[in-house]
C-alpha cells in the first residue's frame, strides 16, 4: 500500500501485543518510517523496542489513524488516553475483539470516522484472513486504507453490516482452534495406528497445512479436490465414509460454528 500519507501525518497504536506487532512489521517491511509510528503500551516488547519506532512518547496533533488494538477488558481505561482524536479528523481502526462500533462511537464522539475489524490468529505469520466494517461517517477512502492496512497480515474481506462479524467470529475468529484440534485428533489416530509420537504429529501438521495450502491456491473447489484424490473403494472413501455417514463432520461443524456465534451474540449485548 501506499504509505504516503501515514508517513506524513502519522499513525498511533494504543497496544502493540502480538497481533499490533505482526501488523507494526508488515508495515515497516513495506515503507513506513519508524518516525511515523507512535505507540501507547505500558509494556513494551523488546521486540518493539529494537524497531526504533515511537514509544509512549509525545503524539502528533492529527494522526492519518489510530488503531487500538488493546484487550477488550483494558479498553475503559485505555480510551480516554486518545479519546482527542475523535471528531473525524482521525480514522479509528480497531483490531480489539468484542468491543462494537458504537462503543468506539461514544468515546470518541459525533462524526468520528470508525472501521472496525476482526482478524485471526495466523496473521501472526501473516496467513491471517481479516473482516472489516466501517460507521457511517467511514468513506470508501476509508475502507481502502484500512483493508491496505490490514493485507500486511494476510486477506481481507468486507462486511454489509456489522452483525455480521458474529459469524466471522464463529468461522474465521475462532476456527483456527477448531484447525488445532483436528490436528491433534489426527496425530492422535496416527499413534494409535502404530505410528511413533513425533512422526504422528508432523504428518498430521503437515497433512493440514499442505491441504489448506492447496485449496486456497487451486482453482478448483474443495469437493473437487475431494473428489480427485478419492479413489473407487480406496482408503480415502473407506475414511470418508466415516467422516460423511450420519452423525459426521458436517453436522458437528454446523454445530460448532452456531455455538460460538450464538456466544458472540451473547456477549455483543
Known sequence: MDMTQLNRRGLVMLGCGKMGSAMLQGWLNNGMSTDAVHVIDPYPSEWLQSTGVRINGDLP????VLMVAVKP???QDALPQVAG???????ILSVAAGTPIRA???AFGEGTRVVRSMPNTPAAVGKGITAIVGNGEATDEDMDLAEGMLLAIGQVVRLTNEAQI?????????GPAYIF???????????????????????????????????????ESPEQLRINVTSPNGTTQAGLEVLMGEGGLAPLI???????THRSRELRK
Do not use: N
Open 61 to 64: 496533533e492529527d494522526p492519518a
Open 73 to 75: 477488558q483494558m479498553m
Open 85 to 91: 482524536f475523535g471528531g473525524g479528523g482521525t480514522l
Open 104 to 106: 468506539f462511537e461514544a
Open 166 to 174: 458474529d459469524a466471522v467470529t464463529g468461522i474465521s475468529g475462532s
Open 181 to 219: 484440534y483436528m490436528i491433534d485428533a489426527l496425530a492422535a489416530a496416527a499413534r494409535a495406528e502404530g505410528l511413533p509420537a513425533d512422526m504422528a504429529m508432523k504428518l498430521a501438521k503437515a497433512t493440514v497445512a499442505g491441504a489448506g495450502a492447496l485449496a486456497e491456491q487451486t482453482d
Open 254 to 260: 454446523r454445530k460448532t460454528v452456531a455455538a460460538a
